[in-house]
Structures are given as structure tokens and as C-alpha cells.
């Protein structure tokens, strides 16, 4: 299982997003894919995010059973602590 949330994507990743997977939610796509495909989705992802961002999190052989990734403007980064992938949040530019 994976799951794919973007925010202020544009149309066009949007629409490869969903020739691929479900979308729940404005923006939530889900979908059952092997390591293989979840990376060519991701490789898109970063392609086509533009001004947006995007998270992929998808089951894992990990201690917390899961893994993650990030990519474009968001205050929140992954960061490895000890084996454990937690979320470090950046100041806001005001």
C-alpha cells in the first residue's frame, strides 16, 4: 500500500497521479504497487511537482513499518534518528 499527497500541484501530475492510482481526496492517491513501479511514480512526482509539494509514504520492512519521502516548498523534511525517520519542521519565512 502506498499513498501519495500532493498540494498545489499542477493539473498535469495530478492527471499522471491518477492514471495510476485512486484518488480518495482532493489531492490523496492511494494504490497497491511494487518497489519498481512506486519509484517511477516518484520519479514523475519530482518531475512534474513545479511550485508544489509532495509526500509518498508507502509499508516498509522498518522498524515503524513504513517509509517516506518529501519533495518541493514544505516546512517539514524527514531526518533519520537512530533507525527511526521522524519529521523536523524548518521556521516559516515571513
Known sequence: MMV?????AP????????????????GVFVGDYSARTRERI???VEAHVEEGDAVM???APT?????FRTVGRNR???VDFDGL?????FPRKD
Open 11 to 26: 493539473p498535469r501530475l495530478r492527471g499522471r497521479l491518477a492514471a495510476w492510482l485512486l484518488e480518495v481526496r482532493a
Open 85 to 89: 525517520k521522524l519529521v523536523s519542521f
Open 76 to 78: 517539514r523534511m524527514p
Open 4 to 8: 501519495v499527497v500532493v498540494s498545489n
Open 63 to 67: 522498524d515503524q513499518g513504513y517509509d
Open 42 to 44: 516518484w520519479d514523475e
Open 57 to 59: 509514504v508507502w509499508k
